[in-house]
């Protein structure tokens, strides 16, 4: 598995948590409809997105034993 795959893979699980994150944060503080909602919802998941994405994508190159500056071609 190349390094491509793994950024996709982490974005994918930091997406998934912070949609689930900032929704049930947002609906326990303001409620579903109040008008801060969706405003609320999309800070907490900007907030959520640049936390997790680093240490996940840590943890599957470290776990997937994958080298980040890996060369896709290995006569370079």
Sequence with gaps: MSYNF???????ICAII???LSYYL??????ENSAYFKA????????????FYAPI???LIKYMNIKE???ENKDD
């Design 40 to 51: 609320t919802q999309l800070i907490v998941a900007i907030i959520s997105m640049t936390t």
């Design 6 to 12: 793994v950024v996709i893979i982490s974005i994918l």
């Design 57 to 59: 994508k840590h943890l």
């Design 69 to 71: 500056f890996e060369s």
């Design 18 to 20: 912070s949609y689930v």
């Design 26 to 31: 947002a609906f326990y503080v303001f409620g």
